[in-house]
């Protein structure tokens, strides 16, 4: 008796310390994890490996915005997760950290993953504990990961998705750089913009109403000296993800075609696409080569999202321009279209706009059709702009100082666009001004006399004549930051 | 008797008092059968107040075998009574609650003092109640503010703030997590290898199926949490206090 039972022992010893596969004889390595929107190196093995994952799950407060607080809850401490690479065929051992300090219990869902719950079952996992399953990644491609616990939706909201790639067996071609940018909704109980700590807002979340539309955590994350970087003449493979909650994505880059676009991350490519579609808990890998220097702008072409809600990042370019690709502005003069038309806003013809209306003052029914068609839409019809988005131009203390003292800083702004941080009226802004083409010097003049002289605003008009002389000193200078979009 | 009179107001001076609820019906936000509505909740009597550190030193010197490094590892995981040094209280912790026990710790506890952990149902019908409300699980209001709670890291320190609800009964949230006496029951039946399904249904969209709320994001969270534990787990935001059926209460 004694014997059989010290032999079940035994047995059950072996069979609780047997590894879940029979993956003994693989060779071991830990998987390297990186931040956004960094890629771990390709994987240059040529057999499978078992590979060994380490995520912890991090609650903590960061910056949805500029001066906005939000508590996300993370994997690895980022909006997106780290992202993880392994290939094909591989044994993926994974442990998922509850931190601690952490006040709620969290798990894992690897679309990656064949099997119930995409391992959500099995990592389901209390503050301060950490589990472990083992899964073999049979299909390649790019896929979402994402926390599963109830309410999930909410746990999505909070940030906690990101991007496994499964390398397949025959990888796809070098490419000179890789990035990860993961587009995420977000519910904040204020206002896109509104300042402080900014509560979830469960409400927001249930209509599908973000405040929020961004790429990789944060409005900005991917603006001016966190922008990607590229030079002409390399390819680039961006792994893109929607970790939702709720919107699909319409993942576009102004000026520039998609060479190749894996349509939501699986293998077969198709060629030549403007603008691919992202699902939430979906990817796309897009491919493409940079032919020409300047700034492209990343967006949701859903594209009140990134106007107002901030899904806008930036691949900044260098290596010189591609004049055979595309040349820059060759040719901007005057255009006199239908004469009814003209009149209105053409100032240098004072006798007609005053015969067909002649209780308007000329300039300023002009400068105001200008102002409609070019600045409103950003800076709002009676250029209150909008907080936190977009700075306004009423009794706007920025303005009235480059209108009278730095007036080449104001037609340079119109003409090259603006980003980085000002001040208007006390209050920070650090968005995009993209460049106001096609407006030649008498147009300019009016636009920018009536801007300086409207919504209590005060500076001298601004004549042809000296909008030529500053357009010439704008366009002689430092070559354009952004490219125009389209 | 004039002994235990004056032990009893030591006691009570001492000790929170046990709050009387009266029966009710009250709708959990799972457990209910299609087509069931709510369920009978008998009158029961809870602690006003959390267990405090105090307390449970108290306890374990009646139960030494409970104490920090003597209790077995199968009642306890190692970060039992983690945020005590050694055996005795950090300083200033007395009145605070007493976190990082077991169930079975807990439930000990509650025995010892001739009664038990409170039921989910029990838990969760008196913990509907706000400051003015005996039922505000749809109040707008109350479940934003108990959610912003749950939102935010445990860090070091727990919060000093102190609510009543109006019942009587002290910080049933923004203070810690608690025990109850069937903490399991949501998702686990005897046998746990014979749940995958209702363990799976918790999952993605599969949690909503079944609940009676929807929109009780803070309650999905506290099944959550309890489905995350076992008996032997501690959580340095997870406390408990005590209950008893009203015919067992003298």
């Known amino acids: 008796m004694k014997t059989s039972l010290s032999l079940m022992t035994t047995l059950a010893m072996m069979l609780a310390c047997a590894p879940a596969f029979a993956a003994a004889e693989l060779p071991l390595e830990k998987a390297t994890l990186t931040e956004p929107p960094n890629v771990p190196p390709p994987i240059t093995r040529t057999s499978a490996a078992k590979v060994l994952v380490e995520l912890e799950v991090i609650e903590k407060v960061g910056q949805l915005a500029d001066g906005v607080d939000y508590v996300f809850w993370t994997y690895g401490g980022t909006v997106p997760g780290r992202f993880i690479r392994v290939r094909e065929g591989d044994t993926v051992e994974f442990w998922l950290m509850n931190h601690q300090n952490n006040k709620l219990p969290h798990n894992i869902d690897l679309h990656a993953v064949t099997g119930p719950g995409g391992g959500a079952a099995s990592t389901f996992t209390a503050p301060g504990h950490k589990t472990r399953f083992t899964f073999k990644a049979l299909n390649p491609g790019l896929y979402i990961y994402h926390c599963a616990t109830a309410p999930v939706g909410m746990h999505i909201a909070n940030g906690m998705y990101g991007l496994i790639y499964v390398q397949p067996t025959t990888p796809l071609p070098k490419v000179d750089r890789e990035y990860y940018v993961v587009q995420g909704d977000f519910y904040t109980e204020g206002d896109f913009g509104a300042k402080g700590g900014q509560a979830f807002s469960m409400k927001r979340a249930i209509d599908e109403n973000p405040s929020y539309v961004v790429f990789n955590g944060s409005a900005g994350s991917l603006t001016g000296d966190r922008a990607l970087k590229g030079k002409v003449g390399e390819t680039v493979r961006l792994f893109i993800g929607n970790g939702g909650p709720n919107l699909v994505s319409s993942f576009h880059v102004i000026g520039e075609i998609f060479d190749k676009v894996f349509t939501e991350g699986g293998s077969r490519p198709q060629e030549n696409v403007q603008t691919t579609i992202v699902p939430a808990g979906g990817s796309a890998i897009v491919e493409y080569k940079l032919d020409t220097d300047g700034t492209y702008i990343l967006v949701d072409h859903s594209i009140f999202r990134t106007f107002n809600k901030g899904s806008l990042g930036m691949m900044k370019v260098e290596g010189g321009q591609n004049k055979d690709v595309y040349s820059g502005k060759e040719l901007d003069e005057s255009y006199l279209g239908d004469e009814s038309v003209a009149s209105a806003v053409l100032p240098n013809r004072p006798a007609a706009a005053v015969a067909k209306a002649p209780t308007a003052k000329p300039d300023a029914a002009a400068g105001k059709s200008l102002y409609m068609a070019n600045c409103s839409m950003c800076h709002q019809q009676n250029g209150e702009g909008i907080p936190g988005a977009f700075p306004p131009l009423a009794a706007s203390d920025f303005l009235n100082n480059i209108a009278n003292k730095n007036r080449l800083d104001l037609v340079a702004t119109v003409l090259k666009g603006r980003t980085g941080k000002i001040t208007v009226n006390g209050k920070e802004y650090n968005g995009v001004m993209t460049p106001v083409s096609g407006l030649g010097d008498a147009d300019l003049a009016t636009l920018l006399t009536y801007v300086s002289n409207q919504w209590g605003n005060k500076a001298p008009a601004f004549s042809k004549d000296e909008i030529k002389k500053l357009r010439d000193a704008v366009m002689t200078a430092a070559p354009a930051a952004p490219s125009p979009p389209h | ?250």
């Open chain 2, 1 to 250: 008797m004039w002994i235990l009179a004056a032990l009893s107001l030591v006691i009570a001076a001492d000790r929170p008092v046990r709050v009387a609820i009266p029966a009710g019906r009250f709708a959990p936000l799972f457990g209910l059968d299609t087509g069931q509505r709510d369920f009978a909740v008998s009158a029961f009597a809870i602690d006003a107040r959390l267990v405090s550190n105090a307390e449970f030193a108290a306890f374990l010197r009646a139960r030494p075998d409970l104490g920090k490094g003597r209790i077995s590892s199968a009642l306890a995981d190692e970060c039992y009574l983690s945020h005590w040094e050694g055996a005795t209280l950090p300083p200033g912790s007395s009145a605070a609650p007493v976190v990082s026990v077991s169930w079975f710790a807990a439930q000990a506890y509650c025995e010892w003092r001739g009664a038990r952990l409170p039921s989910t149902l029990e838990w969760e019908y008196v913990a509907a109640a706000s400051e003015t409300d005996r039922d505000a699980s749809r109040d707008p209001a109350f479940v934003a503010r108990i959610l912003g709670w749950y939102s935010r890291p445990t860090g070091k320190d727990l919060p000093g703030e102190s609510h009543r609800n109006v019942y009587g009964v002290y910080d049933l949230h923004q203070r810690v997590w608690e025990w109850t006496l069937d903490f399991n029951g949501a998702f686990n039946t005897a046998d746990n290898r014979q749940d995958g399904d209702k363990i799976a249904g918790m999952f993605c969209g599969g949690g909503a199926i079944g609940s009676a709320r929807r929109e009780d994001y803070a309650a999905f969270m506290r099944y959550a949490l309890r489905g995350s534990l076992s008996a032997r787990s501690t959580l340095a935001s997870l406390g408990f206090r005590c209950a008893a059926s009203t015919t067992e209460t003298r």
